[in-house]
């Protein structure tokens, strides 16, 4: 089969996985991603303590979520105090921007819509509460059996795969790999140094609320639709409307920072962890933000490293 019939049939699946199969099968992929992550402790309990598989994935999955909640309860520890604080103080906060902004017409009924879908929105999320519960536990429940029948689940995939999807599969599967885990460390190290740059800089603003703001603004700037403007702007508007000047400025130059980091260095940093031009990296979230939305992040790059790993094994 010819290479380019190939890659278009390859990108075509791609294109119908990604924009119509994801979201239904989404708590199995990141219960795989877990599993693969978690290989090379499970080895080293089977080859170091003896453990038998099933086991060594249990014990491996149980570390893994003994982390993932101690790391959830430092990081709430941390912001709880300046949580309560800042419940304690909203109402003033916000009677005070009522009686600071009621000349500026359309405002009253702009903060009434505001609370309005404020409101609206934590219904809502309420009512995803029981499913994101499902979704917690199949993702669990699958990463243990991906990880315990992993050498049966592939020998299965193997046998009833075509011969020539086989023959890219396998080096396609190998630079995934490598890519999920520098995208996650690329991930991590952007949404760390954010954090820093934002609590230091509210530290050095004074704020009561610099860790919490600071975390908040560094997780919303990891999320491609939101980022740290739908905090910094309306926040530097305000306080430039109420004449503080000096710290709106300090908030403008701060989102100059952030963008800065998300944009130039992060896809460099994604470039150096995946083996590929920064450039390229860039295009490629940016073309598969375009196609599938905020999961374009993961495929665009995805889908560039496999239609490369096709093309460098035609050429083999």
Known sequence: MNKYVKIGLALAAAYIFFKYLLTFISPFIIGFVIALLLEPLVRLLITRGGFRRSLASFVSLIIFMVA?????VWIVSSTIREAGEFLEAAPGIIETLQGQLASIPYVEGLLQRLGLWLSEQSVEMVGHLPGMLI???LILVSAFFFSRDREFIFALVSKWCPQWIAQHAVPIGHRLNKAAG???????ILTALVAAVCVVTLWLMQNPYAIMLGLAIAVLDSLPILGAGIILWPWAGYLALTGNLH??????????????IRNVLGPKILGEQIDMHPLAALMAIFIGVKAFGVVGVLAGPALLIATRTIIDNEHV
Do not use: N, R
């Open 247 to 260: 710290h709106a400025a300090w908030l403008i130059v701060l989102y100059g920072v952030v963008t800065v």
């Open 68 to 72: 993932g909640i101690s790391i959830g």
């Open 135 to 137: 979704a917690i536990i």
């Open 182 to 188: 520098g995208f996650l460390k690329t991930e991590f």
